[in-house]
Structures are given as C-alpha cells and as structure tokens.
C-alpha cells in the first residue's frame, strides 16, 4: 500500500505550510506562485506527507491509500 497525493487548488489558500515541512516534495508552481505543486513527494516517508496533509490549514492535500502494482478500480474497487 503507498499513498498518492493529490493538492485542491480551489481549497488552497497559499499559507506554504507543505512546502516548509516537505521542501523536497512540495514547491512553488511556476507561473503561479500563490499554489503549490508535487515535486517529488517520494523523497519524504509517509509519514511526513500525512503530517504536512493534517497539518494544511484547509484540508487541501489529499492522501489517497492505493496499491502500488494495480489501482483499485482495475481490482473492481
Ligand atoms: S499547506 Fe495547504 S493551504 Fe498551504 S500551500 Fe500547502 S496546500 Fe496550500
């Protein structure tokens, strides 16, 4: 089991919390600097990216629990 992590942009407010707790997976998006984006989320442990998900200030980052060799709508999930 892994997690992906999935940023709602429409929940975001900026506050860059994710990016100062996980600077090697969470950055700045070009262009856009007022929103995050993945960088590379598999340089932190799982349990880093739960803290930063619990610690956004608007329930932006999403965890979402899948098995790493097949989705779970490809098991009929
Ligand atoms: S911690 Fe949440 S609100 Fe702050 S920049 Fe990251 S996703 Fe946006």
Same mark, same amino acid.
């Given at each position: 089991m892994a997690v992906r992590v999935v940023i709602d942009r429409r929940r975001c407010?900026? =506050?860059g919390t994710c990016i100062v707790t996980a600077p090697s997976a969470f950055r700045w998006r070009q262009g856009d600097f007022v929103k995050p984006e993945l =960088?590379?989320?598999?340089?932190?442990?799982e349990d880093v990216l739960r803290e930063v998900a619990a610690a956004c200030p608007t329930q932006a980052i999403v965890l979402e629990d899948f098995i790493e060799s097949m989705e779970a709508s490809e098991l009929g999930a």
């Open positions: 407010i900026g =506050a =960088a590379d989320e598999s340089t932190v442990d």
